[in-house]
């Protein structure tokens, strides 16, 4: 069941959005060859102490990070460690934080230095599959609307989008429904409506949409070894268009 949020709970919600968000983007600049995924979960946890929250993720069925940092064909859930960044990876940092009862969740793939044209191509891709999904959240579409805008700009570009994984509703519990497919047809699904809060987090990979998890029983990779991308912003339905909750001049 679908939970609407009255004003009030949305204002609490971007409060908390605001704070994830600022977070990514302060480990997105931090982001170089050398520094590991633990340093990283490290920065993320120092601000997020000093900020008053808490990790969404830690403990979450049994997660045993803070954050989730993926690398190349990591798609989601990477459990931060020793692993160092070399020039040319690609690094997906996922975000989520409590803050007054209520969740705040963003994504973003950053490159670490140079990267080849393949992982430009993208990077580029995953954040315009985002940015497509966002502008059809109005009360004229349905949720099928979103999920086929993804779909239908990562095919368009050669690559394919993750169906192991989806987007969620968003509130006091950070799955909530509906869930939101990165793929889909257009005109099906829910109408959208005020109140709806859900995370739009497109994972386009560079080959085939089939993924695996390692033996840590967490992280996602691509069946195929090839690398993935992975975007995510929380977003609200208005009377008669949306609010990105997650919203930040680095990011956006």
Not at 117 to 127: A, F, I, N, P, S
Not at 179 to 196: D, F, T
Not at 206 to 228: F, I, M, Y
């Amino acid at each position: 069941m679908i939970i609407y949020k009255s004003d009030r709970e949305i204002a609490k919600l971007a409060a908390a959005g605001r704070i994830a968000a600022e977070i990514l983007d302060a480990l997105r600049r931090l982001v170089a060859p050398g520094v590991t995924t633990k340093d990283l979960e490290h920065e993320a946890l120092r601000l997020m102490d000093e900020r008053g929250v808490v990790s969404a993720f830690k403990g979450y069925r049994g997660y045993p990070g803070s954050i989730c940092a993926s690398v190349n064909e990591e798609v989601v859930h990477g459990i931060p460690g020793p692993r160092k960044l070399v020039e040319g990876d690609i690094i997906s940092l996922d975000v989520g934080i409590r803050h007054e009862g209520f969740i705040g969740d963003t994504a973003w793939t950053v490159p670490v230095g140079e990267v080849d044209e393949l992982k430009r191509r993208l990077l580029e891709t995953g954040r315009r599959c985002l940015e497509a999904a966002i502008a059809v959240v109005d009360p004229r579409h349905r949720l099928g609307d979103v999920s086929h805008a993804v779909q239908a700009t990562a095919e368009a570009d050669g690559f394919s989008v993750v169906r192991a994984f989806v987007g969620h509703g968003v509130g006091r519990e950070m799955h909530e429904e509906p869930q939101v497919r990165n793929y889909g047809r257009p005109g099906s699904g829910p109408p959208l409506a005020r109140g709806m809060v859900f995370a739009i987090e497109p994972m386009v990979n560079a080959g085939g949409d089939e993924v695996r998890v390692l033996d840590d029983e967490w992280t996602a990779v691509t069946a195929d070894g090839r690398p993935s991308v992975h975007f995510e912003h929380t977003v609200a339905v208005t009377r008669d268009g949306h609010e990105v909750l997650t919203a930040c001049p680095k990011t956006m």
